[in-house]
């Protein structure tokens, strides 16, 4: 059975920076594709970054140059560094885990973690 837990979350001010961490246990990040969406109360859940099973890395527009993905195969974790935050980057984030490409655009699969709050103060 998958496990993801995020964590790293919290309160920041603008212009500050997180990093999100997403620890697997049950897979690896090696072999799936993975993506980190976030989510506000009374929004859909979007799709701020994903990363294919090789390395390949996409951003959603206007977060490109302000957050980044990265993976540390010993620890199977993959992190999500966020810089230059700003007031609507406030949103719980969460892990997925397992999804396809369709077309370029991932399409999450089944294996969510629980969501880590990102609150960003102006």
């Known amino acids: 059975q998958v496990q993801l837990v995020e964590s790293g979350g919290g309160l920041v001010q603008a212009g500050g920076s997180l990093r999100l961490s997403c620890a697997a246990s049950?897979?690896?990040?090696?072999?799936?594709?993975m993506a980190w969406y976030r989510q506000v109360p009374g929004k859909q859940r979007e799709l701020v970054a994903s990363?294919?099973?090789?390395?390949?890395?996409n951003y959603q527009n206007s977060l490109k140059g302000r957050f980044t993905v990265s993976k540390d195969s010993a620890k199977n974790t993959v992190y999500l560094q966020m810089n230059s935050l700003k007031p609507e980057d406030t949103a719980v984030y969460y892990c997925?885990?397992?999804?396809?490409?369709?077309?370029?655009?991932?399409?999450?699969?089944?294996?969510w973690g629980q969501g880590t709050q990102v609150t960003v103060s102006s």
């Open positions: 049950g897979s690896t990040f090696s072999v799936n594709n």
């Open positions: 990363r294919s099973s090789l390395g390949y890395t």
């Open positions: 997925n885990l397992g999804g396809r490409y369709s077309s370029g655009t991932y399409i999450a699969g089944v294996s």
